[in-house]
């Protein structure tokens, strides 16, 4: 099958305004979307659409038939929370979601795959701080990578990765973020995305930028591991309730920040600046809309890695 473990380090290291650096173990699911319901019947651990020790729900991933916040083709004037209605329907699969999502930017992903490389449900509980979608067309090669990015208000954000990024085997992108994933840094700070496609290793990077200057990279890495009940129970032990672990280090090292006298900004500063997400929280939902007309709200250049 094409679903697997991944055991990896995540390494965060912040330059500005002052250094800070961290890394941790965790692993991570990859799963073909198209295996679902054959891991549910194989594997004991792990559920979809079931509640389990890991469960997997379709729901928790790319809401694209929500409403989006602040979205493409807001108009000018709209009323405050102003969100473009649903585009797919309620009951789409997820794969059905990722396959129309790709075709509204004019990639056609029919008869192929696409892996998941994500948490599920840890006991009921799930957080993602970013899950990789990885699009294959029907002859196997490499498409398109999505990066689905969730905050800690449990608001989403996709950013697509299309063909035209993809070089030397890496899907890279800098795009302005416009969301609100830490106090620590503005929300039009540029992503650097380079997604490389997993294989018997996983490898990616985020970094932030300010202008032309670095100010924080993110690094996951590691090898590839059976998708089995051993390997999971193995992992449970080596790894327990790692998705609350997980929140529980993005507090802890934000107040190691805030110890640091890092300059920190609201939520609802700049609501009208966060845009093309899904789930917003209460703190923007008023938000004032912005002062533009009808344009795309992400302005994107491929590099290489």
């Given amino acids: 099958m094409n679903s697997c473990l991944y055991e990896c380090r995540v390494m965060h290291a912040r330059f500005a305004p002052k250094a800070h650096r961290f890394d941790y173990r965790i692993f991570l699911f990859a799963l073909d979307l198209d295996e679902l319901d054959m891991l549910h019947r194989k594997l004991r651990l792990f559920s979809h659409g079931w509640r389990n020790l890991y469960s997997f729900r379709d729901d928790d991933f790319l809401p694209t038939h929500e409403r989006v916040f602040n979205g493409r083709g807001r108009p000018l004037g709209a009323p405050p929370g102003f969100a473009v209605g649903p585009a797919e329907p309620p009951d789409q699969s997820l794969k059905s979601r990722v396959v129309g999502h790709l075709a509204s930017h004019g990639i056609d992903l029919t008869g192929g795959r696409v892996i998941l490389v994500t948490l599920p449900r840890i006991l009921g509980y799930l957080f993602n701080p970013v899950s990789f979608y990885f699009c294959y067309d029907h002859r196997g090669a490499p498409l398109a990578a ?54 018997e ?33 193995w992992f449970t032990l080596k790894y327990p309730l790692l998705t609350l672990r997980i929140i529980g280090l993005i507090h802890w090292h934000a107040f190691q920040l805030w110890l640091k006298n890092v300059p920190w900004f609201a939520k609802s500063a700049r609501g009208a600046d966060q845009r093309d997400l899904y789930r917003p929280h209460a703190s923007i939902a008023s938000a004032p809309a912005p002062l533009s007309g009808i344009k795309p709200t992400l302005v994107s250049t491929s590099h290489k890695a």
Avoid: C, W
């Fill in 146 to 199: 999505l990066a689905e990015v969730t905050n800690t208000f449990k608001e989403m954000k996709p950013y697509m990765l299309g063909p035209e990024t993809r070089r030397d085997g890496v899907f890279s992108l800098r795009v302005p973020k416009h969301f609100y994933v830490s106090p620590f840094s503005e929300v039009d700070v540029a992503f650097d995305f380079k997604l490389r496609t997993p294989g």
């Fill in 201 to 233: 290793r996983l490898s990616v990077q985020i970094d932030d930028y300010v202008g032309a200057a670095r100010t924080l990279t993110s690094t996951l890495t590691g090898p590839r591991e059976p998708l089995t009940d051993g390997r999971l129970a």
